[in-house]
């Protein structure tokens, strides 16, 4: 059973429009949702992260949307630049020893 | 700061060789850490995770296992290989509170 489901599976943005992740939980235990970048042939890098007593959280071009009656947060990327290009994760954990990630999205930014 | 390294970065083995991978964190102690698998183009799969020196919980059941002999090191090994272990393997840790997961740069096995 996948604890956080992911979706698009790829998206394909114009340089300069908003890239949009989504992701849904169905574990209400879990207070932790982190995002990760990942360029190929890399680990993946922290991004963003939330906890759901806040509905947003905004780091630069990045921002986290929180549903927490839903399940559901998404990342919004503004203002998307080619070097945004990369597979984005989501994850969600409840009791830190384990976190539970997406299936990942790979965004492609074209110039 | 802290720092996690994972050697080899690349790696070729035959079906049926041993398999050994290294994890190591420099900068921080009694961390939690992590073995996930990525097939290519796919999610991460979490393979074992480890609280203490020698606590191991294993995720999937598979021909993988893990051992942690010391405080900031991590192993995932193998006594034979097969073809579907072919992956991107990450170790990662963890500060175990309020805190996110930091990954390692991986290693790249391929099972011919």
């Known amino acids: 059973q996948q604890q956080v489901k992911q979706s698009p599976q790829s998206l394909i943005v114009q340089k300069g429009g908003i890239s949009i992740i989504n992701c849904a939980y169905e574990n209400t235990a879990f207070d932790y949702f982190p995002w990760y970048q990942q360029f190929p042939g890399k680990g993946p890098a922290l991004l963003i992260a939330?906890?759901?007593?806040?509905s947003e959280k905004k780091e630069g071009r990045f921002t986290i949307s929180f549903n927490k009656s839903a399940k559901q947060f998404s990342l919004h990327i503004m203002d998307s630049q080619p070097g945004d290009s990369a597979t984005y994760f989501c994850a969600a954990s409840w009791d830190f020893n384990k976190f539970y990630f997406g299936s990942g999205t790979k965004l492609n930014v074209k110039p | 700061s802290q720092t996690i390294h994972q050697w080899p970065a690349t790696l070729v083995q035959p079906v049926g060789s041993p398999l050994s991978l290294e994890c190591t964190v420099e900068g921080t102690s009694n961390p939690n850490l992590y073995w996930y698998r990525q097939a290519a183009g796919r999610g991460l799969q979490l393979l074992f995770y480890?609280?203490?020196?020698?606590?191991i919980s294993s995720e999937v059941p598979q021909n993988l296992s893990a051992s942690r002999p010391q405080d900031r090191q991590f192993i995932l090994s193998s006594k034979k290989l097969l073809l579907s272990d072919s992956g991107f393997y990450l170790c990662?840790?963890?500060?175990?509170?309020?805190?996110?997961?930091?990954f390692g740069p991986g290693t790249r096995l391929l099972v011919l």
């Open positions: 990662a840790w963890a500060a175990g509170g309020p805190e996110t997961q930091y």
């Open positions: 939330i906890r759901p007593d806040v």
């Open positions: 480890s609280v203490g020196i020698g606590q």
